[in-house]
């Protein structure tokens, strides 16, 4: 599987974002994924994750009620919404996808059980 997100950028507080990022490769609905991002600086953190088929979700207290993840295994596609963005969501956000375990309830927050990664986007929130 090969991963590509698109969709950073800068962005005022208070506006919102839409990365997205796109699969290439079969079996996506094989995927759990998952939204990373690392400031400068600061470790990688999970920023939300989503299971399988895309009914369970599961985010970092940081951002819940502003970011929702969602996926499109039609469109092998993943999305992060991110809405009431703040100063400190600067970062780049990875996407990345995970194949450990067959069930399909499972959301994963670890990094080290994701084994694709995509290349990054800059998201840049000015105050």
């Known amino acids: 599987v090969q991963l590509a997100e698109s969709g950073g950028g800068l962005v005022q507080a208070g506006a919102s974002l839409r990365p997205t990022c796109a699969a290439s490769?079969?079996?996506?609905?094989?995927?759990?994924l998952g939204w990373f991002r690392q400031a400068p600086g600061k470790e990688r953190e999970s920023v939300a994750a989503?299971?399988?088929?895309?009914?369970?979700?599961n985010y970092a207290d940081s951002v819940k009620g502003r970011f929702t993840i969602s996926r499109d295994n039609a469109k092998n596609t993943v999305y992060l919404q991110m809405n009431s963005l703040k100063p400190e969501d600067t970062a780049v956000y990875y996407c990345?996808?995970?194949?450990?375990?067959?069930?399909?309830?499972?959301?994963?927050?670890?990094?080290?059980?994701?084994?694709?990664w995509g290349q990054g986007t800059q998201v840049t929130v000015s105050s």
């Open positions: 990345a996808a995970g194949n450990y375990g067959s069930a399909w309830y499972s959301t994963e927050t670890r990094g080290a059980l994701y084994d694709y």
């Open positions: 490769g079969r079996s996506f609905s094989n995927y759990y």
């Open positions: 989503i299971n399988r088929i895309g009914c369970i979700t």
